[in-house]
């Protein structure tokens, strides 16, 4: 490893654990501090935290590869993320900043969900801290596969050493410094992810004539490849724009809206966040297609396409800018983990460990005991993430698709319906959970084969547990009178926010 790259590396693990101590002084003293940061991000940090912890490694790993393999066609998934995103901040964010605040100060999903529907059985608490608990281990897994690849391709390090060295500086300033140090850094590794989307595809393009030479140099290997509609059908075309409908379940993205400030900085933060999505979407989609023309002119050999972001940004620039665009897929890697380890940890202390084990425990006894679950969520990720051939972007894809259809239609309806009951929550998020599941892993057909390669299981998880919510609550006795009071205030208060 050159001696450049070692430096700009050993600055980023060296800032990343700055920001966790800063963090730790400022917020740790208390569970809400640890696990929400005390309610007082700002527009940016919210923004650009929620936009990190939602591009993992796959937007500089799994997109450019999609795109490298498949051309244009991968760009329908751009689309539909893009949709979703919006659809996220004008529906959800404004709305669960109001509820979570006014509801005894929720500072978990199922906390949130608990105290919305007055359940006093406790169930929807304990299965949604389940769903978060198994998908969010099942997707910090992912992300440590991209470290471990990230090693390995650029470094020639073993890949379970990078397993340990990614996994190792996460735990570091997420376990000190708690939800102010993984928004903080999360912000920081935005602004990097940024930079470097934008330098690496340019780049690769002055190398390749421009988009001119691009387009050719595509043309030559397969015309189809800059075909939007290649292998076009409704049902591909549907399972790509599902992806969007995943924003609404993701814990580690809404609960930045629990988070910001004020509801009166969600557009702010709105216009912040999908002006950095679309361009770093874009820059990611960009690299895939210049990569595929640069690695064709020159011979350059990919034996693994989810790697071209790191082969470009070690043939093409000085070792000291190799280190920094190195730096930014880290950021994109720990990011996301930071961020699902802390919102697992939060649920095992404030869903199980503070209802069930020790109702009367201390604030710092749970800010440790939440330290604890983020290393023991970790460990299990990291023995998930053993082999080194898991594909980045199917990992994601099925974990993403499993909060989405366990929560997306909980959380929408839960926020815009007030008619909506306990049991209708109940059966809507199991419904969805197990149709995920049962799509992934069944094999219903001929050779085995599951359902998700016929349609995303997005799809058939996120109509379903809608359904299942409406039906149910249909049926169901309609909720108490201070369920539907606290309701209606919530929409006052929305109301009042727009006025001014």
């Keep these: ?45 919210t923004s650009l935290s929620a936009g990190a912890s939602d591009m993992s490694g796959w937007m500089l790993l799994g997109l450019p590869g999609a795109m490298f393999l498949t051309g244009l066609s991968s760009a329908w998934i751009a689309v539909g993320l893009v949709i979703g995103a919006f659809a996220n901040y004008l529906i959800v964010a404004p709305r669960l900043r109001v509820y979570t605040a006014r509801a005894d100060d929720a500072i978990t999903l199922p906390d949130y969900f608990d105290k919305r529907f007055n359940d006093r059985s406790r169930l929807l608490r304990i299965i949604s801290a389940l769903v978060i608990v198994v998908f969010f281990t099942l997707y910090t897994s992912s992300g440590l596969v991209a470290g471990g690849k990230l090693f390995q391709t650029s470094f020639g390090l073993d890949y379970n050493l990078g397993l340990w060295i990614t996994a190792g500086v996460v735990l570091a300033y997420t376990m000190i410094g708690g939800f102010m140090a993984v928004s903080l850094t999360d912000f920081v590794q935005g602004c990097i992810m940024f930079v470097a989307l934008l330098i690496v595809p340019i780049v690769a393009l002055t190398h390749v004539g421009g988009v001119e ?26 399972s790509a724009l599902a992806w969007g409908l995943g924003y609404f379940g993701q814990p580690h993205i809404i609960v930045r809206f629990m988070a910001i400030r004020s509801v009166k900085d969600v557009p702010a933060a709105r216009n912040v966040g999908m002006s950095w999505m679309l361009l770093c979407l874009l820059g990611a989609l960009g690299t895939g297609l210049a990569g595929l023309a640069y690695a064709t002119r020159t011979g350059l050999p990919v034996s693994d396409p989810e790697t071209i972001f790191i082969i470009l940004s070690d043939v093409l620039f ?12 880290l950021a994109a890697i720990m990011s996301t983990i930071s961020s699902q380890l802390l919102v697992s940890s939060s649920s095992l202390v404030e869903d ?4 069930f084990l020790r109702r009367g425990a201390s604030q710092t006894e749970l800010v440790n005991v939440g330290r604890g679950a ?7 990720a990291i023995l998930m993430a053993n082999n080194p051939d898991s594909n980045v972007l199917s990992l994601v894809s099925q974990a993403w698709a499993g909060f989405g259809a366990a929560f997306g239609p909980l959380v929408i309806l839960s926020l815009t319906w007030r008619r909506m009951t306990r049991n209708g929550a109940l059966a809507g998020m199991i419904v969805g959970a197990v149709t995920v599941l049962f799509w992934i892993y069944a094999p219903v057909l001929p050779g085995g084969e599951t359902l998700s390669s016929v349609i995303y299981e997005m799809v058939p998880g996120f109509v379903l547990s809608f359904l299942a919510i409406l039906l149910v609550s249909r049926l169901d006795a309609a909720p108490g009178e201070a369920v539907v009071r606290t309701f209606d205030a919530v929409e006052d208060e929305l109301k009042e926010a727009r006025a001014k």
């Design 1 to 45: 490893m050159e001696t450049g790259t070692i430096i700009s590396l050993a600055l980023y693990f060296a800032l990343m654990l700055g920001i966790g101590v800063y963090a730790w002084r400022q917020s740790t003293s208390d569970v809400s501090g640890y696990m929400l940061g005390g309610r007082k991000l700002g527009p940016w940090v």
């Design 213 to 238: 030479g691009m387009t050719e140099t595509v043309r030559s290997v397969d015309p189809q490849l800059l075909n939007v509609f290649r292998d076009f059908t409704l049902i591909g075309l549907i």
């Design 318 to 329: 000085n070792p000291l800018v190799t280190g920094f665009l190195l730096a930014a897929i």
């Design 352 to 355: 199980f460990y503070a209802i």
């Design 374 to 380: 983020v290393l023991a969520v970790a460990l299990v």
